[in-house]
């Protein structure tokens, strides 16, 4: 009985706190990306717009050291290789600060730039930020740039253990001028 109460009472608050996926405008392949400026876990900034001439995988995840971040981040560590050779940088995204960016990346020997959106203002620029009432995430979604600064591919839809791979796929059918499967 007491747990049918419970569940009762957590659920009329959850009907009053405003669930929601911030919305920005909606973004689709060949506009120009969202520019930002960003601390890294080094405290650098980093900006889009500095990627110019660069493929740019742009990946938002929703928290330092969690499963499934590890997991995606680590599958983008083991492939930076292919993805460098390709002319691509990576850069994460998730609204942890700088301080636990650096844990994450030293824990985990990440060797790529991992920036802190705090108030979430890039995730929601990118329709990436998921929010519960006070309570904020970065959606698992990533973004492909072209050298011009334009979105090439938006991935919705992310599994953290082959997402590298289907990246490195899709670079290479854009660079050899064959569209990405869809």
């Given at each position: 009985m007491a747990t049918d109460s419970a569940a009762w009472i957590c659920a009329a608050l959850l009907a009053f706190l405003p669930l929601s996926t911030a919305r920005a405008a909606p973004l689709a392949p060949g506009q120009p990306?969202?520019?930002?400026a960003l601390r890294d876990q080094h405290g650098q900034v980093?900006?889009?717009?500095?990627?110019?001439?660069?493929?740019?995988v742009l990946y938002f995840y929703p928290k330092?050291?969690?499963?499934?971040?590890?997991?995606?981040?680590?599958?983008f560590r083991d492939d930076l290789h292919a993805l460098l050779a390709l002319g691509a940088v990576v850069l994460g995204v998730s609204l942890d600060d700088s301080d636990s960016h650096a844990r994450f990346a030293a824990k985990h020997q990440l060797p790529f730039p991992l920036l802190a959106d705090p108030g979430g203002?890039?995730?929601?620029?990118?329709?990436?930020?998921?929010?519960?009432?006070?309570i904020k995430f970065a959606k698992r979604r990533s973004f492909l740039i072209d050298p011009a600064g334009r979105l090439a591919r938006i991935y919705r839809k992310v599994a953290p253990d082959r997402h590298s791979q289907e990246i490195i796929a899709d670079l290479r059918a854009l660079q050899q001028g064959h569209a990405p499967r869809p």
């Open positions: 990306a969202p520019d930002f980093q900006r889009l717009a500095d990627q110019r001439g660069h493929w740019v330092d050291d969690t499963p499934g971040c590890t997991r995606e981040a680590c599958r203002n890039t995730a929601r620029a990118y329709a990436s930020l998921w929010s519960l009432g006070p």
